[in-house]
């Protein structure tokens, strides 16, 4: 990448980090001057080899560094502190940040709010695709239960169960609780990305459960669904899995087909009023 110094840089951008301003072959179509920045600056973390939490050098040493001045520095930061790239704790300076889908978040909730009403939403895909997701996975556990007892490592999943019987018992099980049951399930698998995907995929749900209307399956049905679960990895049935997690999701998919249904026909008692139209129903 070609790397052009600004006016606000100084002194010769032509002699620092070299690597970062390389053409490669066949020559690609040359980035925006913001994107160029900030391809600069991860092309730093790289080539210095920084992790997750490094410090990264200062505002002013990067102006050096780069050749190029504030207003672009802080441009290029902003953008990639809101990706999770950099980390700026302000009194402490700036680090690499942590892998962070807080963005993807609020991206798949707006999106999904605001087409709630077709009939395949956007949380209707999502849904859809965390139960493939998790069938897989379930699926994953069970070859691994072939290979080595799975007990002891699922143990704190059958305490959550055992959490989630109790609060059924005296009136609703907790969504923490039930978010707990999916991050520990997997843990044997040994994959971090697992919990923050699905967390982040449980997150959006969260968010939009209250526009879904309360849920038809009991507190009961809720535990002994994840029960079902939990008790096909540890003995290893694969069709019952699959049955298990078919049925864990059926609650979610009726709540979707309950709300397309009242935007398809609402209530007549809700008048609209002239001129109203949809905006009135929303």
Do not use: C
Request: charged share 25%.
């Amino acid at each position: 990448m070609v790397f052009h110094a600004d006016r606000q840089g100084t002194g010769d951008a032509s002699a620092r980090s070299p690597e970062l301003r390389r053409v490669p072959a066949g020559g690609r179509r040359r980035l925006s001057r913001a994107v160029e920045v900030q391809e600069a600056v991860k092309g730093l973390i790289l080539q210095r080899g920084l992790t997750t939490g490094d410090p990264l050098p200062t505002e002013s040493e990067l102006m050096e560094e780069l050749g190029i001045g504030r207003n672009s520095v802080r441009e290029a930061l902003k953008v990639l502190q809101a990706v999770g790239i950099v980390d700026i704790r302000h009194g402490f300076g700036m680090f690499v940040g942590r892998m962070s889908l807080n963005g993807l978040v609020d991206e798949l909730t707006f999106h999904s709010r605001i087409t709630l009403q077709d009939e395949r939403n956007q949380l209707g895909h999502l849904i859809e695709i965390r139960e493939i997701l998790e069938s897989g996975l379930v699926q994953r556990l069970i070859d691994q239960q072939d290979d080595r007892d799975l007990a002891p490592d699922l143990a704190p999943a059958h305490d959550v169960i055992v959490q989630m019987e109790t609060e059924a018992r005296v009136g609703t099980v907790s969504p923490e609780t039930d978010r707990l049951f999916h991050d520990v399930l997997y843990h044997p698998l040994g994959n971090p990305l697992v919990g923050r995907l699905l967390g982040a995929f449980w997150e959006v749900y969260h968010q939009l459960s209250d526009d879904l209307g309360p849920p038809d399956e009991t507190p009961a049905d809720v535990a002994r669904k994840h029960r079902d679960i939990y008790t096909a990895v540890i003995t290893g049935d694969r069709a019952l899995a699959a049955t298990a997690m078919r049925a864990h999701f059926d609650g979610v998919r009726a709540r979707l087909a309950r709300l397309g249904q009242q935007w398809s026909n609402p209530p007549a008692s809700i008048a609209v009023p002239p001129g109203g139209g949809e905006d009135s129903w929303r």
